[in-house]
C-alpha cells in the first residue's frame, strides 16, 4: 500500500519506531505486571495495565492507518484516546495507597 501524503522512508521510520515502542513498552509493561505478582501492590498492577493501554494504542493507531487504509487523522484519534487511557490509569496509579 503506497500513500501519496507520506513517503516510502517515513513509513519504514514510523513502522520501526512502532516496533521499538512495542518491544520497550512491552517490556515495562511484563516488570510492572511481575512487580505486581510478587509484591500484591495494586497500584503495580494499574501501572502495568496504563502502560499496556498506551502500547496497544500505538500499535493500533499504525494498524489502522497501515492496514485498514483509513485516514491517518483517524489513526491518530485512536492513538490518542489509548494513550490518555493509559495515562490517566498511571496517574490513578500513582495515587493508589
Avoid: C, P, W
Amino acid at each position: 500500500m503506497v500513500h501519496t501524503t507520506v513517503n516510502a522512508e517515513v513509513q519504514l521510520a514510523v513502522a520501526i519506531v512502532k516496533t521499538l515502542i512495542l518491544v520497550v513498552g512491552g517490556s515495562v509493561t511484563y516488570f510492572a505486571y511481575s512487580a505486581y505478582r510478587r509484591t500484591r501492590d495494586e497500584s503495580l498492577r494499574l501501572l502495568s495495565a496504563g502502560f499496556a493501554l498506551i502500547v496497544v494504542g500505538v500499535l493500533l493507531g499504525g494498524f489502522t492507518f497501515e492496514i485498514l487504509m483509513v485516514d491517518i487523522g483517524v489513526g491518530v484519534l485512536v492513538e490518542s484516546l489509548f494513550v490518555l487511557a493509559g495515562l490517566s490509569i498511571i496517574a490513578y496509579s500513582l495515587r493508589v495507597q
